[in-house]
Each structure stands twice: as structure tokens, then as C-alpha cells.
């Protein structure tokens, strides 16, 4: 860039080669694709998705067979919420939670629980039966019958163990499952 002409006057302005002994070092050339691109291209990662990649383990959270197991319970839950009425039969269910008001046949269910905003009329055969709201019609607890404080059941009612909770009110025709014959002569 700087170079001496020969009248050595119009090079760098107020220097001489030799003076003050500070010498600048060469300069590199510039690159045709420019100063800052990199020489080569950086290496490809290849991706392998049959390498299994391991989980985290994060305490608190369940994994993902145990989500698995949890989600097929979960996912026969049936919730029905306030301000929902429901008629019908309802099959396939394990759990049904009333919130809200039902009028239906629950049949061969694990549980039903019976919200204090809810209500039940028709007819249930469960394992258990959790009841804080009101339950008009047939029931049939095959395990045990649980009427909570200020609970109402009120029609026919087959339990296998009753809890009825001070404020929880039962009417109608009750009788406790005895024996496996109670059971057959129930399912006919």
C-alpha cells in the first residue's frame, strides 16, 4: 500500500525506511471468498435413530410405562361436572364421578362417586360406591358402600360393607351381600 517512489518523499509522509527502527508486517493478501469465511465447510453430523437415547431421570415425574399404566386407569375415569346433566346407559366406565346430574345405568363399573353438587337416579352395580350428594334408585355395591355427611341414598340397596358417616342419611329396601348365592340371584 505504502511504498517508496523513487523521489523517496511522497511514500509514507514524515518516515524513512530506517527510522525509529519500527517496521509494519506484511500484509496478507485478501481471499477471493473474502476474509472471514472459513476454509473448509464444517463436518456433517450424521444422525442415527436406532441408538435408544436415555431419559432423564427428574425426580417427581413418572416415567413413560408408568404413564402408560396410569393413563389406561385415568382413561376410563368419566367426570361429570356442575351444571352437566347426562342420561343414557354408560358402559365401559371404571370410574364415574357426579358432580353435576345423571340419570343413567352404570353397569359392571369399578367405582361411582357421588359428588355433594351431585345427584344419581337409576341404577349402579360397582365395587365401591363413595356417596357425599344424592343416589335415588337401585344400587348395588358389591364391596362396600360408603354415605358420607350430608349423603342421601334413597331405593333399593345390596352392599357388601355399609360406613354411614353421622349426617348421612339411607331409605328404601337395604340388604347386606351374604354369600355368592345373593350375588347370582342379583346378576339374573
Known amino acids: 500500500m505504502f511504498r517508496k517512489n523513487d523521489k523517496g518523499d511522497k511514500g509514507n509522509p514524515g518516515t524513512k525506511d530506517g527510522e525509529d527502527g519500527i517496521s509494519a508486517p506484511p500484509l496478507k493478501p485478501f481471499s477471493r471468498h473474502g476474509s472471514h469465511s472459513p476454509t473448509k465447510p464444517p463436518a456433517k453430523t450424521a444422525f442415527h435413530p436406532d441408538v435408544p437415547r436415555r431419559t432423564p431421570d427428574i425426580p417427581g415425574t413418572l416415567h413413560r410405562t408408568e404413564r402408560s399404566c396410569l393413563g389406561d386407569v385415568e382413561s376410563k375415569r368419566l367426570t361429570v361436572g356442575r351444571d352437566i346433566c347426562l342420561s343414557g ?9 357426579v358432580e353435576g346430574r345423571v340419570e343413567a345405568a352404570l353397569n359392571d363399573a369399578r367405582a361411582i362417586d357421588v359428588a355433594p353438587s351431585g345427584l344419581f337416579k337409576g341404577k349402579a352395580t360397582v365395587e365401591e360406591a363413595d356417596i ?11 364391596d362396600r358402600l360408603i354415605v358420607r355427611d350430608g349423603g342421601y341414598v334413597n331405593g333399593s340397596v345390596r352392599y357388601g360393607r355399609i360406613i354411614i358417616e353421622s349426617g348421612g342419611h339411607v ?3 337395604m340388604q347386606a351381600l351374604d354369600t355368592a348365592a345373593d350375588e347370582d340371584d342379583i346378576k339374573e
Open 132 to 142: 357425599s350428594g344424592r343416589y335415588e334408585g337401585e344400587l348395588i355395591a358389591r
Open 89 to 97: 346407559e354408560i358402559t365401559s366406565c371404571d370410574k364415574l364421578v
Open 171 to 173: 331409605s328404601g329396601d
